[in-house]
């Protein structure tokens, strides 16, 4: 089965500052690897996804993932982080299910805090 | 384009009571659906999914259960709650490609409901 680590439960960042949240997963195939954000109170919402090919994805509001296949990790990153980029932010790993359609299995996230 | 609904947004209820949320999704046929629990200061854990009609798959053995009695409309209930059913359900859905057999397509998630047993 698969799984999903976020190794930092909070990070703090300063405004304007870069951003690297961590993510590895454990999976023996290849893997469908997604990050959402989530504002307090209110669902999740996608970032970026990766499925295949280029292995450094852009998302939404200027973040970018790597997916590192030798590490198993897929870092999402962005240069310059804004006060409202402070949310949860959860790494999510889905397998290939032959045809199903498996939930995904998620990180328990990381909180990010925004220093003014 | 497509949109999800939730609800309610919030929900007090008392331990033994019953259970009945309820997630439409619009824009689209024939989507997965799916119901996940947030527990405070805890991941998503996937409870249920579902690909079709009465088509229902659970994830984890508990007192809750999942229908879905139309094609875009997913139900999430309990007979009796317990205190340890408190948390953030989110639905999602999602819609495998054409072409894609056994991809995992991208799931897009409701505003969520905010559960609190007493």
């Known amino acids: 089965a698969q799984s999903v680590t976020q190794p930092d439960i909070h990070i703090t960042v300063s405004e304007g500052a870069s951003l690297e949240l961590r993510c590895n997963y454990s999976y023996g195939a290849t893997p469908y690897l997604f990050w959402y954000v989530q504002s307090p109170g209110q669902g999740l919402q996608l970032l970026l996804k990766y499925f295949s090919g280029d292995t450094l994805v852009q998302g939404i509001k200027g973040f970018e993932a790597e997916f590192k296949r030798s590490q198993s990790s897929f870092n999402l990153r962005k240069p310059s982080v804004h006060w409202s980029d402070a949310a949860e932010y959860f790494c999510a790993v889905g397998a290939d299910s032959g045809g199903g359609a498996d939930g995904l299995t998620f990180g328990k996230g990381t909180h990010l805090i925004i220093q003014p | 384009s497509q949109t999800i609904h939730q609800w309610p947004a919030t929900l007090v209820q008392p331990v033994g009571s019953p259970l009945s949320l309820e997630c439409t999704v619009e824009?689209?046929?024939?989507?997965?659906l799916y119901w996940y629990r947030q527990a405070a200061g805890r991941g998503l854990q996937l409870l249920f999914y579902s690909v079709g009609i009465g088509q229902i798959s659970s994830e984890v053995p508990q007192n809750l259960s999942a229908s879905r009695p139309q094609d875009r409309q997913f139900i999430l209930s309990s007979k009796k709650l317990l205190l340890s059913d408190s948390g953030f359900y989110l639905c999602?859905?999602?819609?495998?490609?054409?072409?894609?057999?056994?991809?995992?397509?991208?799931?897009?998630f409701g505003p969520g409901t905010r559960l609190t047993v007493l």
């Open positions: 999602a859905w999602s819609l495998l490609q054409p072409g894609t057999l056994g991809a995992t397509d991208t799931q897009y």
């Open positions: 824009g689209t046929s024939n989507p997965n």
